[in-house]
């Protein structure tokens, strides 16, 4: 995935990333593979209460045009949902693979400020070229109170309260 990701920071065209960014946000990320090799990989990262950032898309150069990125896009847009998200963005210097797939350019002003905070660390915090493009994945209502939307996609998670328990009590 770093070799694939990283071969197109270096043309510029995608964001370094560093193997301990990628193992930080392993679970983030899905991998398309042919025979047994990664093709293509692609990340929903959480960046607020209903809203996820598709990031770092990328498919080997010989597999391009053959719809990998949509069903890799797809597939973490389906993820989302099913974890109620209700917006994903995207940061990127290819609209138009995004627009095919439903999302539209918003300006960044119009995004709220968390979603920046990885830009803290990028060389382009003061330069940033990269498009800003907005998905809306459903019409969910506002959560209630106490109810985010990883407690109302996973009804059975037990979410306390937690009984305490002295660690001498265990033998
Ligand atoms: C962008 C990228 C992920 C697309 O992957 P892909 O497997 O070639 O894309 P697909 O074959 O699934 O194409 C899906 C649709 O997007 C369109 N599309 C793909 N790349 C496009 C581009 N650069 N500009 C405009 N449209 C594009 C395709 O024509 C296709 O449209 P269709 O469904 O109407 O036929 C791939 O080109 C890539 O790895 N690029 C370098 C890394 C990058 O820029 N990633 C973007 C995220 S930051």
């Known amino acids: 995935m770093l070799e694939i990701i990283n071969s197109y920071a270096g043309e510029q065209i995608m964001l370094a990333r560093s193997p301990l960014s990628l193992y930080e946000g392993i679970r983030d990320f899905v991998v398309a593979e042919r025979d047994g090799a990664i093709v ?48 994903a963005i995207a940061f990127t210097y290819v609209p138009g693979f995004f627009e095919k797939l439903g999302f539209r350019v918003v300006e960044h002003a119009e995004l709220p400020h968390k979603v920046f905070s990885d830009c803290l660390n990028c060389p382009k ?28 996609a996973l009804p059975n998670v037990y979410q306390g309260p937690f009984p305490v328990r002295k660690p001498t009590e265990e033998a």
Do not use: Y
């Not at 070229?129 to 109170?145: G, N, R, Y």
């Open 125 to 152: 915090f003061n330069c940033c070229d990269e498009i800003a493009m907005l998905i809306e994945l459903s019409d969910s209502p506002e959560p209630l109170p106490g109810q985010g939307p990883l407690s109302r």
């Open 40 to 87: 293509g990989c692609g990340a929903l990262h959480i960046v607020w209460g209903e809203m996820a950032e598709v990031r770092s898309i990328a498919v080997r150069p010989s597999e391009k045009g053959n719809g990998t990125g949509r069903i890799l896009a797809e597939r973490l847009l389906d993820d989302a949902r099913q974890l109620l998200i209700t917006r």
